[in-house]
């Protein structure tokens, strides 16, 4: 979904790569069900064990480029001899996506957690476990 960076374990971001849409509020909905997914992931929120992190695969990443690069292939953006700011000098679209505004929504449903390489947290206190506050900080509360 162009929101998680191979190489940067923990990293998501919004608008990456092919995650432009017609409409922001789609894209925006849709990463952030992602993200927020893997936050959960991470805390082992939802009966998972916690984990320390999530590093997206570069076969996962190397399927998503093919596939937008297969889908944009056919679109107006490639056709017809188009040259837009969308383009990299070597005609390659990287700033929206090739499907639908419903493909997208879709894509952020349900994080997949087999498309990551995650590492299991150790078993010590987390900042997950803390309630309104981080084990860093002292507790004021008596």
Known sequence: ?????????????????NSGTGCNFVMVEAQLNYVIQAVRALCGTGGGKRLASLDIRPDVVDRW???????MSHSTWTQGGCNSWYQDPTGEIHAIYGGSMRGFLARGKRLDLSIFDAVPAPEVPHVC?????????????K
Do not use: Q, Y
């Not at 480029?65 to 889908?71: C, F, G, L, N, P």
């Open 129 to 141: 476990d803390v309630k309104g506050g981080s084990p860093w900080v002292a507790s004021t509360a």
């Open 65 to 71: 480029k093919a596939e937008m690069t297969e889908t």
């Open 1 to 17: 979904m162009g929101a998680s960076i191979n190489g940067f374990p923990n990293a998501f971001m919004m608008w990456g790569p």
